[in-house]
């Protein structure tokens, strides 16, 4: 097997919940590769309640949300494809073959195209959706592993963790415009809300790079724990980042970078995000088997949920139930 290698709820939501018991709420939903289990698991982000398990094989591990068609594109590095599940019914629709490792992976706002980064192949692939194929791709880096795309769409960012760089692709010509080098083998990555900054996880020298997107060039350096794996950001204004082998996750001001907190998680944390309304971050945690939540503003773990077997989430994994 290949292993490529926690916010509170809105108490108005709650209230609501309790009230008026046949009321539907909007709601955040997690979906959480599970590699060595097989297996996705649905989590009720407001509640930390685990709501089902969804068999995918290939050992899933990358993660991302087309928020508008319902969906969740899940990545099998073993099996070399990309799953595709509806989001409301939890049932697995189709399945995308793609190259020799597909990892990292994002979802246009659109809806379409689905970016996918194939860590052997050393490309970026975009896939059809719909048609359930292979449109193109765009060499990269060695051993691309996170993506991220910008909320207009016009740019997407690739971590190329054995080049030590980031790819800075033009998604309307699917071109490399230019490149990045930043800290040692980055792998996760996260863009800001504006597309200016991107951020990258560097698991060789235990810190983040802050990118200027326009520049394309390094702007800072983070100092995080030992072998960061992925970043989260919040309106508020600060950065989530997990920890591998420190079994934390540090917090930094995204406009000083100063350090805010270093706080204690589960055991070997990977995938983190931000939920829909910034109130918290859910990091998922390998060896513990657990997803936590972590509120922004108190900077305080005030939830956990169980997940199936070795957890990865890397991605977008956070669903907005309408």
Known sequence: MIRWRPAAPRPALLVAALLFP??????????????????????????MQRLADIPVDGKPAGV??????GRAYVTSPEGKF??????????VVGRIAVGGGPLGIAVHPSGAPVYVADWYQHRVYALDPLKRAITGFVAVGQSPSGLAISANGHTLISADRDAGQVSIIDTASFTVRGTAKVGSRPFGVTLSADGRRAYTANVGSHDVSVIDVVAGRVIGTVAVGERPYAVALTPNGRAFV????AATVSVFDTASLAPLATLAVGDYPEGIETTSDGGAALVVNWESNTVQRIDADTLTVTGSADAADGPRGFGRFIWRQP
């Open 82 to 91: 990309v799953t595709i599940i509806d989001t409301a019914t939890r049932a």
């Open 64 to 69: 991302a949300i087309a928020q508008q068609a």
């Open 242 to 245: 997990s920890n591998q082998y």
């Open 22 to 47: 046949g009321l539907v709420v909007a709601r955040d939903i997690a979906f959480v590769p599970a590699q060595v289990a097989n297996r996705v698991s649905v989590i009720d982000v407001a509640t």
